[in-house]
């Protein structure tokens, strides 16, 4: 499967607890993005990393969220503390290059917090 | 700061019909505009996507209309199935990988 892998499907966290959600890039692809998405509602930005490099991060909350993306293996995003407000599908996202190039997404992490 | 909204909401439409999703933005620095298919459970995949140098796109059964002075552009779906049946959203991209989302329209289409 060369598309771009999230895992895990689903996570559950009580609150408190720290959240960590993986995400793979498409082979080839250098360039990832995470997104998180409430029920009935778009995809709001949340971070754009190239590896080892945090390019954008605009649209990450300045507490609890960080995001890495490692010269080796996935990039993660972690949530530190989380709260019922952090549950929520987050999705990942890469592209080959940088500007406006398509974007192509995993099936992403629901999160659920107790 | 909502910059690109969508409408409808939600669509139905009969087996065959065409159904039309709108979006309007307002930052004319916009230079690239994809359309995502999401059913549930899943993510979004890329479906077409057009840049402003062009006014329309066609893959299949899919065409984006682009109207740059409006501001304005829209998905139609040739002949639907109800296989279509999913949400879609349109985006706008800055360049600088700041992609806006609409919020979104559920499509479902009746056999």
């Known amino acids: 499967n060369a598309g771009v892998m999230q895992n895990p499907r689903h996570l559950v966290r009580r609150r408190g607890q720290e959240a960590r959600l993986r995400c793979s890039p498409m082979?080839?692809?250098?360039?990832v993005y995470w997104y998180r998405q409430l029920p009935e509602e778009g995809l709001k930005f949340m971070v754009y990393l190239q590896k080892e490099n945090i390019i954008d991060e605009s649209g990450m909350p300045k507490e609890r969220f960080s995001a890495e993306f490692p010269k080796e293996g996935p990039s993660i995003l972690r949530i530190q503390q989380v709260v019922r407000g952090d549950s929520a599908a987050y999705f990942c996202?890469?592209?080959?290059?940088?500007?406006?190039?398509?974007?192509?997404f995993g099936d992403g992490t629901r999160l659920s917090i107790l | 700061q909502q910059q690109v909204k969508q409408s409808p909401q939600s669509l139905i439409v009969q087996k065959g019909g065409i159904p039309i999703i709108n979006c309007a933005y307002e930052n004319t620095a916009f230079d690239y505009f994809p359309w995502y298919q999401q059913f549930p459970g899943k993510g979004p995949a890329l479906l077409i996507a057009i840049r402003p140098d062009v006014s329309e796109k066609k893959e299949g059964r899919f065409t984006i209309s682009f109207n740059k002075s409006a501001k304005q552009f829209s998905l139609h779906i040739m002949d639907s199935q109800p296989g279509d049946s999913a949400t879609y959203f349109c985006?706008?991209?800055?360049?600088?990988?700041?992609?806006?989302f609409g919020a979104g329209t559920r499509l479902t289409v009746k056999p």
């Open positions: 985006a706008a991209s800055l360049g600088n990988n700041d992609m806006r």
């Open positions: 996202a890469s592209s080959a290059s940088g500007g406006s190039q398509p974007q192509h």
């Open positions: 082979k080839g692809h250098s360039h």
